[in-house]
């Protein structure tokens, strides 16, 4: 059995988890890198389909036939690099 630690002694988990906490407070708060690359994917994915969709469709479709197929992916991209 270990002997009794003093008060006021730090054993190795709260070590651990002081460190982590101090970690966690001075993570920035601005968006990092690979966030930001995420996003801009994302963004590059909706116009892709509303491209497709929308200005470069298939020879006797009209844009009305596209709603779906091209409104829903491209707010759900949007809505994922927006959130």
Same mark, same amino acid.
């Given at each position: ?16 988890? #002081?460190?982590?906490?101090? #970690? ?60």
């Amino acid at each position: 059995m270990a002997p009794p630690r003093a008060l006021g002694t730090v054993g190795p988990v709260t070590a651990v988890l #002081e460190s982590s906490a101090l #970690e966690a407070a001075a993570a920035p708060v601005a968006p990092r890198r690979e966030d930001a690359l995420a996003r801009t994917a994302l963004v590059v994915v909706a116009l892709g389909v509303a491209d497709d969709a929308f200005v470069h469709r298939e020879p006797g479709t009209a844009i009305g036939d596209h709603l779906a197929s091209g409104l829903v992916p491209a707010a759900v991209a949007v809505a994922l690099a927006v959130g």
